[in-house]
């Protein structure tokens, strides 16, 4: 049975950096589409970064510039490389995997547990 499992969340204040990292396990590691999303209370969650292939990356506008995606095959880890955080980053993240179909990633469908990441002033 494949897993996402994340770690790295945790409090910081607005302008520092956090490094999230989601570790693939099982049939996951075979997948080529993982993402990390985010979820606000009371908000849809929302997708921050994907990476679809070596080099095949993705980011929601109000982050790019700030955050990197990238994937450690060796490691089966996707990380979410943060930096200059914002108050407004402040949600619970999760990775994302899907599967693809013709050559295309489907929706997202299966997650990890979440790790929280609050910015403060």
């Known amino acids: 049975q494949g897993q996402l499992v994340e770690s790295g969340g945790g409090s910081v204040q607005a302008g520092g950096s956090l490094r999230l990292s989601c570790l693939v396990s099982?049939?996951?590691?075979?997948?080529?589409?993982m993402g990390w999303f985010r979820q606000r209370p009371g908000e849809d969650r929302e997708r921050v970064a994907t990476?679809?292939?070596?080099?095949?990356?993705s980011y929601k506008d109000s982050v790019k510039g700030r955050f990197t995606i990238s994937r450690d095959y060796a490691e089966n880890t996707v990380y979410l490389q943060m930096n200059s955080l914002k108050l407004e980053d402040t949600a619970m993240y999760y990775c994302?995997?899907?599967?693809?179909?013709?050559?295309?990633?489907?929706?997202?469908?299966?997650w990890g547990q979440g790790t929280q990441v609050t910015v403060s002033s």
């Open positions: 994302a995997a899907t599967r693809e179909f013709g050559g295309k990633c489907q929706e997202y469908n299966t």
């Open positions: 099982g049939h996951l590691i075979s997948w080529r589409c």
């Open positions: 990476v679809e292939g070596p080099g095949i990356t």
